[in-house]
């Protein structure tokens, strides 16, 4: 099938299960890392390392496949399986803080080739740039004002200290909604790289595109929900254009 048509049936089929006639296309929620930041490799490093040094068995790709999720959720995770008990608030505490001091070690800080021209493009559409992300840096918003000058303000962005159920739970990308502009499902998409994420915006009821930044097989964010996968900010590029010229035309048909 020829890629236009393949995505007109996408976008087609996410209306007709969501029960909307239309897009009405306000904002373009990003997820943060792996989708604007490169920095997975280095999150994925320093979990492994965290758990190593506690002696706690993790799995094969496991920080990639829980990735968007609150860090005490993914501590807790380990330690059911690990420990068959809960981890406390203390041990999430200094557990996440010392992922936290690894990660600024091993993390170079570099974004995502695209990941300036993805927002600049939304921006030049009229459409408000929204950030949902499961990250609890304090300083976020300075690193983001520094790589992404005039994007996103604390009023896009919905972070780890906005709310109460991170990812996969749809709050994250609910609260995303509300922050850019008390929106509808159909007037957002979301842009993703983790299944977590990808499921946790599908159950909000926004369509939702992935990029596959990292090393998680294209099935596996189809199974989470993504109506459409690519393999890098690039190519999500490539083809925004057409994705909004057939939006229109959708509309226009109907
Ligand atoms: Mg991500």
Known sequence: MKQKDKIKQRLKSYLEKNDFDVFDLKSVIFDMDGVLYDSMPAHDKSW???????????????????????GKSTINEIFQRNLQRDSTDEEEINIYARKSEL??????????????????????????PVLVTGSGQPSLLDKLSYHFPGIFTPETMVTAFNVTNGKPHPEPFILGLKKGGNLLPNQAIVIENAPL?????????IFTIAVNTGPLDDDVLIDAGASIVFHSVNELNENFPLI???????????
């Open 103 to 128: 990660f600024k070690q091993y993390n170079k800080g570099e974004i995502l080739p695209g990941a300036k021209e993805a927002l600049n493009f939304v921006k030049d559409k009229g459409l408000i």
């Open 244 to 254: 909004l010229d057939i939006i229109n035309e959708i509309n226009h048909h109907s």
């Open 48 to 70: 492994r390392e965290t758990f190593d040094e506690l002696n706690l068995e993790h799995q094969p790709y496991e920080f990639f496949l829980q990735e968007g999720r609150l």
């Open 197 to 205: 994420g990808i499921k946790a915006a599908v159950d909000a009821g």
